[in-house]
């Protein structure tokens, strides 16, 4: 069974959670185990693969330079250049 992390938006508790994958959501669902907020609750990935998923979700994506670099290297990727894939990670992310 996989290790999940966990972050709760509102006092960055992190934990994690040894769950089948089709539980994965379940701490999502339940309040903050340290400042017991409801639906804050958001799932971290921490494979590298799916970095992405969880910055999308990160409130200061903005502010993060190596990030935006990565992105900006993204869009100018052959095959993502010229495309509505370039469009769509400069409206997103940059
Ligand atoms: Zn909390």
């Given at each position: 069974m996989p290790t999940y992390d966990y972050k709760c938006r509102k006092c960055n508790h992190a934990f994690e959670e040894f769950l089948p994958m089709h539980k994965c959501n379940a701490p999502t669902e339940?309040?903050?185990?340290?400042?017991?907020?409801?639906?804050?609750v958001d799932k971290a990935f921490s494979t590298p693969g799916l970095h992405l998923d969880r910055r999308t979700n990160d409130v200061t994506k903005n502010k993060d330079p190596q990030f935006k670099e990565a992105m900006e290297r993204v869009s100018k990727a052959a095959g993502v250049k010229g495309t509505k894939y370039e469009r769509e990670i400069k409206g997103k992310y940059l």
């Open positions: 339940m309040p903050c185990p340290e400042c017991k907020c409801k639906e804050c």
